[in-house]
């Protein structure tokens, strides 16, 4: 039960409040006097009878206005703001006494030292903290902030200490403790490059393996060219950042980047969105290509791309120019094109499905990006990376990596790479459950093995009612394309007569 007094303040008015709550039997808990004009008073839960006989008697009291409920005290709601504020940091805070023992540890402090609260609190901050002596420090005179490097086990931090200063009555101050916070080296690196503004797209790229390291070698050197550019991969290898980085280390970073994923460009749009409209001499809609001027269009999965939108990107990158659908006017475009894909561009080529032109004009540079499978070593900084991001974003404790876990997440196949993995990291975190370390569990991967694909745990049936389903769904899909049965059966390189069957036992046929 909290109660709001609103008072005149004068001498010996909490005694006279504190006398009418002795003759109920009350206990009081807490007192708050800090907001001017307002005595706020705290105490074990009453009836509703008792209530209504006390408050106007506490109204009674010389100098009193008025009292009321209320849900919490003004010394309350600062204790658990300041308590949310350190329970969301991502960096370690301690606060500690004059001598050095610690008294409040934030859950990162708790997670680095790998403890439990009532394991640290009321003990010296040195038993975990090595290279510095808080207590010496915080025996000089005055105490004055510094910031050190320090070691909890074998991994290094930088330390702030901050005193903390009580005033006294003589205009003078007390010395009540400090307060010390642990930042990590990548801390510290990101929070420098944010400030001087200096950090470029490829700063972003974590590389620690030989092969990783290469690639950004080379595409650090063909950001600099203005020539096109082919970014090869798998899903999720993070072609399009690579993309994003080579513009903005590139002489166009001043201008826009816009990426486009071909496979979401329906054939029948795809050239009105890329290049613009024209109707009756009026320019309706300008083009991707346009609205680029002087930037970078990056095409994603330009295989595929539709083939008469191939024709016109053909043009423009023979001769920079272009001519809007329904216009005779050629624009010229200044910009740079880079293009990925996870298709092989070459097979495609021998099978016709991708002009074998506009592959080598766009084929100027390129690189292949790897899949987290060939480059291993970047896993755990890579789920550090994420770990302590989305963290951050979400206002969650940044927890350890169990030694399970590492070895899990070192040895799974990841056939959706990067982003498979920052997909899984970000569900885990979002999901936390106050666990103190990253488990196998939490990630709530997909079984998989590389040669054989994703593990269906929950398949029930037999092998021959699998093939029936798989086969019948093949055909569905095939028949549309190849509408008669000779079609059909000469594309699947079966007789006439075994697809007629398969197609009535399946019950597909022609829409109508």
Not at 401 to 413: N, V
Request: aromatic share 8%; proline share 3%.
């Amino acid at each position: 039960m909290r109660l709001e007094v609103s008072c005149i303040d004068r001498v010996g008015l909490a005694k006279d409040i504190l006398v009418v709550l002795e003759k109920h039997g009350i206990n009081l808990i807490a007192i708050d006097a800090s907001n001017k004009g307002f005595l706020f008073l705290q105490f074990a839960e009453i009836s509703f009878e008792t209530l209504r006989e006390l408050m106007p008697q506490i109204r009674k009291v010389e100098s009193v206005h008025d009292v009321r409920t209320v849900s919490f005290m003004p010394s309350e709601q600062e204790h658990y703001a300041l308590k949310t504020l350190l329970k969301t940091l991502p960096d370690s805070v301690f606060s500690t006494d004059g001598k050095g023992r610690v008294r409040i540890a934030n859950e990162s402090a708790l997670l680095t030292l790998g403890m439990a609260e009532h394991e640290v609190v009321g003990e010296s901050l040195n038993h975990w903290v090595q290279g510095f002596n808080f207590a010496r420090w915080m025996s000089e005179i005055p105490v004055l902030a510094q910031a050190t490097r320090v070691q909890i086990n074998s991994s290094e931090y930088l330390a702030e200490m901050l005193p903390i200063y009580l005033p006294d009555d003589d205009d003078k101050t007390i010395l009540a403790g400090a307060v010390i916070s642990l930042k990590s080296p990548a801390r510290v690196g990101k929070q420098f490059n944010a400030l001087q503004n200096q950090t470029t797209g490829f700063d972003n790229v974590l590389a620690v393996s030989d092969k990783m390291k290469d690639i950004l070698k080379q595409a650090k050197r063909m950001a600099q060219l203005d020539a096109p550019l082919l970014i090869t991969g798998e899903t999720g290898t993070g072609k399009e950042l690579m993309a994003r980085a080579s513009h903005d280390a590139s002489m166009r970073r001043e201008h826009p980047f816009i990426a486009i994923n071909c496979a979401a460009l329906p054939d029948s749009v795809a050239e009105e969105e890329l290049f613009g409209f024209v109707s009756n001499g009026t320019v309706v809609k300008r083009g991707l290509f346009e609205e680029a001027k002087g930037g970078t269009v990056f095409l994603d999965e330009i295989a595929e791309m539709s083939k008469a939108a191939q024709v016109k990107l053909l043009r423009l990158l023979q001769d920079g120019t272009f001519r809007r659908i329904g216009g005779d006017e050629e624009v010229r475009a200044d910009v740079r094109i880079i293009c990925s894909t996870q298709k092989h561009l070459a097979e495609l080529c021998q099978s016709g499905e991708f002009r074998e032109d506009l592959y080598y004009r766009i084929h100027v540079l390129s690189y292949h990006m790897p899949s987290l499978r060939e480059r291993r070593v970047d896993v755990i900084p890579l789920t550090e990376m994420f770990l302590e991001h989305y963290s951050q974003q979400l206002s969650s404790p940044l927890r350890r990596i169990s030694a399970t876990c590492r070895d899990y997440l070192f040895t799974y196949a990841w056939p959706g790479n990067v982003r498979q993995l920052k997909n899984a990291i970000f569900r885990a975190v979002s999901m936390w459950d106050g666990s103190t370390e990253l488990t196998v569990e939490q990630l709530k991967l997909p079984s998989y093995a590389e040669g054989f694909g994703y593990f269906d745990e929950e398949f029930e049936g037999t092998l021959d009612e699998a093939m029936k389903e798989y086969e019948a769904s093949l055909l569905r899909r095939l028949y549309p394309a190849y509408p008669s049965t000779r079609q059909l059966a000469k594309k699947l390189g079966v007789s006439h007569t075994a697809i007629a069957n398969k197609l009535r036992d399946y019950s597909i046929s022609k829409k109508k």
